[in-house]
């Protein structure tokens, strides 16, 4: 069993940073591969960035160069550096984890970003 709350979000300008924190808890949390999802108002939830247990990153098109996924498995914790954000990126990020085997895939309760001028 794997618990996860998200943190960090908040409202920010366009082209300012944000730090999103997911904090893992009640399993061995450096065999998941953790992932973050948004999912804006009105709109289809999508993954944005993976990073697996042994560190392998992918991101959506959309926030390569900008986004930075990683991962403190001393700490149980999944971060997501925003970087130069814009108005799209406005949506509810979630915190995702699935373990090896796909034996358990858990989902944290959502954390707010807002980009606006």
């Known amino acids: 069993q794997v618990q996860l709350v998200e943190s960090g979000g908040g409202l920010v300008q366009p082209g300012g940073s944000l730090r999103l924190s997911c904090a893992a808890s009640?399993?061995?949390?450096?065999?998941?591969?953790m992932g973050w999802y948004r999912q804006p108002a009105g709109k289809q939830r999508e993954l944005v960035a993976r990073?697996?247990?042994?560190?392998?990153?992918s991101y959506v098109d959309s926030v390569k160069g900008r986004f930075t996924i990683s991962r403190d498995n001393a700490k149980n914790t999944v971060y997501l550096q925003m970087n130069s954000l814009k108005p799209e990126d406005t949506a509810v990020y979630y915190c995702?984890?699935?373990?090896?085997?796909?034996?358990?895939?858990?989902w944290g309760r959502g954390t707010q970003v807002i980009v606006s001028a």
């Open positions: 009640g399993s061995i949390f450096n065999l998941y591969t």
């Open positions: 990073i697996t247990n042994v560190g392998s990153t």
């Open positions: 995702n984890a699935l373990s090896v085997l796909s034996r358990g895939n858990y």
